[in-house]
């Protein structure tokens, strides 16, 4: 588990007067007590948590009201989930497991108790064209690794082209996606509509 995921742990168990301490936080993530001790460091120093030990009920607890940490219920981060998460759907990709770990992981850092970010943030584009999940994840590995493409591309109805393609730029635009590349049989740079590369 990462750093983030223990300091939003601990900081989660102060908010509900759990006084945490080292102890409980190492045996959570199954971590050695030093890492602990660092993370409530960090918490304190780097983050200013207004953090002291009470002694009796051998935890930590906060100073002062109304401490929050950096994204918590942030309406900015909501908005920018939300809207990856109507993209990904659009783009047939939600059904990805990576995409549904991802989604519930920070989901639970930025608005703890809540499921799903759709119930804060409907997207929804007039007119979309569906791209199919096994070429949208050529191309990004394509696009990430800097390598050729080769495409079969429907460029009107009944008429496919092989094309080779250094691609350059993926667009999304008005609920269509395009890969903006070099086409070594044009040689020019064009726009390409993902929704009609029927192989990749």
């Known amino acids: 588990m990462s750093l983030l995921e223990r300091i939003y742990f601990f900081h989660s168990r102060i908010h509900n ?3 945490p301490n080292a102890s409980e936080l190492a045996a959570e993530f199954e971590v050695s007590t030093a890492t602990a001790h660092r993370d ?3 918490l304190r120093d780097r983050l200013l948590a207004p953090l002291s030990f009470d002694q ?3 935890g930590y607890y906060y100073t002062e009201t109304g401490f929050s940490l950096p994204f918590e219920e942030s309406s900015k981060i909501i ?3 939300g809207i990856l998460t109507s993209i990904a759907e659009e783009a047939g990709l939600s059904e990805l497991p990576e995409f549904d770990q991802l989604r519930n992981k ?3 850092l930025v608005v703890p108790g ?5 119930q804060y943030l409907h997207c929804e584009w007039v007119e979309t064209e569906p791209v199919d999940h096994v070429t949208f994840m050529s191309i990004i590995n394509a696009l990430l690794e800097q390598k050729q493409l080769t495409v079969v591309y429907a460029q009107e ?3 496919l082209t092989n094309r080779t393609l250094d691609p350059l730029k993926l667009l999304h635009y008005q609920g269509r996606w395009y890969l903006y590349a070099w ?3 044009r040689q020019s740079r064009r726009l390409f509509h993902l929704s009609r590369i029927q192989k990749a």
Not at 114 to 118: C, S
């Open 17 to 19: 007067s759990g006084f």
């Open 40 to 42: 409530i460091n960090y």
């Open 56 to 58: 009796q009920k051998n």
């Open 79 to 81: 908005l920018f989930l």
């Open 106 to 108: 920070l989901t639970s």
């Open 114 to 118: 809540h499921q799903y970010l759709e």
């Open 157 to 159: 109805l009944h008429c």
């Open 183 to 185: 086409c070594y049989l």
